[in-house]
């Protein structure tokens, strides 16, 4: 039982979401930030994709892309600020493809020591 109880405080600990948009992290702890994208049609030509972009360049944040959101994390302490863009794209003909801004949200993560 105390097994228990210390995994589940260290999970608290380690990752928790502070607000919408904003999240919490420990050093090199994936957290899983989720993100629902649209359902596509059926028949195909129209469907969601979705992007990162982070504010600045930095290489010690890592993230990978997931069915059902992001997982990112960070080897250094530190603020890291990123958008979470979903894109449309419609296929118009053989060769024609539309892609627009469906709708985007700014991440803030905090990786504590």
């Excluded at 919490?24 to 649209?38: C, D, M, R």
């Amino acid at each position: 039982m105390k097994t228990y109880v210390m995994v589940a405080l260290l999970l608290l600990l380690s990752v928790s979401v502070t607000s919408a948009g904003e999240y919490t992290a420990a050093k090199n702890v994936w957290l899983h930030i989720p993100v629902s994208l649209p359902e596509k049609k059926i028949g195909g030509g129209d469907f969601y994709n979705l992007r990162v972009e982070p504010a600045m360049a930095d290489t010690s944040l890592e993230y990978t892309l997931e069915a059902d959101g992001l997982r990112v994390r960070s080897n250094v302490a530190g603020e890291y600020v990123f958008r979470l863009v979903i894109n449309h794209i419609t296929k118009s003909s053989c060769a024609g493809v539309n892609v627009r801004q469906y709708q985007h949200e700014d991440i803030v993560l905090h990786v504590a020591e």
